[in-house]
């Protein structure tokens, strides 16, 4: 069983930076991870994914140059630093993890477990 818990949500003004924080509890840490997020009325959509080495990552489009995804291994911790936030990333953030062995993916149904969510709010 994997437990992930994230942190690091909040509100924050246009233009501002926040470092979204995932950690990972249950049976070793050696699988893909990924950010999602889903705002009021929206389907929950990818933002970024990391491989377990942390050796290849990939973006969204619209989030690509501003977020960066990061790992720690030792700490069984995964990051999301996101800067020059816009209104429009506002949402619930979500971070996931892909079953043990598999590659890095974007759709949500390819990841078997979720953490509970944290709210990112921006301001114009």
């Known amino acids: 069983q994997v437990q992930l818990v994230e942190s690091g949500g909040g509100l924050v003004q246009a233009g501002g930076s926040l470092r979204l924080s995932c950690a990972a509890s249950?049976?070793?840490?050696?699988?893909?991870m990924g950010w999602f997020r889903q705002a009021p009325g929206k389907e929950r959509e990818f933002v970024a994914a990391?491989?377990?080495?942390?050796?290849?990552?990939n973006y969204a489009d619209s989030v690509k140059g501003r977020f960066t995804i990061s790992r720690d291994n030792a700490k069984n911790t995964m990051y999301l630093q996101m800067n020059s936030l816009k209104p429009e990333d506002t949402a619930v953030y979500y971070c996931?993890?892909?079953?043990?062995?598999?590659?890095?993916?974007?759709?949500?149904?390819?990841?078997?477990?979720w953490g509970q969510g944290t709210q990112v709010t921006v301001s114009s």
């Open positions: 249950g049976r070793t840490f050696n699988y893909a």
């Open positions: 990391i491989s377990w080495s942390g050796s290849i990552t």
């Open positions: 996931a993890k892909r079953p043990w062995g598999s590659e890095i993916g974007v759709h949500p149904r390819e990841y078997d477990y």
